[in-house]
């Protein structure tokens, strides 16, 4: 199993920025992917941004060039940094880990942006 504590989420103002983090522990393996996933009100849940442990990355088209997804493999940690945030980007959002067991989920992380 493996155990995902998200935090970093707020509210902050249009054009602001926050940082989630995600910290895995438990039964980790070398070869994964990480990343964030974010639900909207009435909506779908969406992946956000993904990043696999050999450092490649995965962008949704609505916040690329506005959110880096990065991790440190020695803490099998994963951060979002979301900068020039928008009302839109309002959601609960998800932190993910994959490996060839299957998909493992955090509790979720609210994120308000204001206009």
């Known amino acids: 199993q493996v155990q995902l504590v998200e935090s970093g989420g707020g509210l902050v103002q249009a054009g602001g920025s926050l940082r989630l983090s995600c910290a895995a522990s438990?039964?980790?393996?070398?070869?994964?992917?990480m990343g964030w996933y974010r639900q909207a009100p009435g909506k779908q849940r969406e992946l956000v941004a993904r990043?696999?442990?050999?450092?490649?990355?995965n962008y949704a088209n609505s916040v690329k060039d506005r959110f880096t997804i990065s991790r440190d493999n020695a803490k099998n940690t994963v951060y979002l940094q979301m900068d020039s945030l928008k009302p839109e980007d309002t959601a609960v959002y998800y932190c993910?880990?994959?490996?060839?067991?299957?998909?493992?989920w955090g509790k979720g992380t609210l994120v308000t942006v204001s206009s």
């Open positions: 993910n880990y994959g490996d060839w067991r299957g998909d493992f």
């Open positions: 438990g039964s980790i393996f070398s070869i994964n992917a």
């Open positions: 990043i696999f442990s050999g450092g490649s990355t």
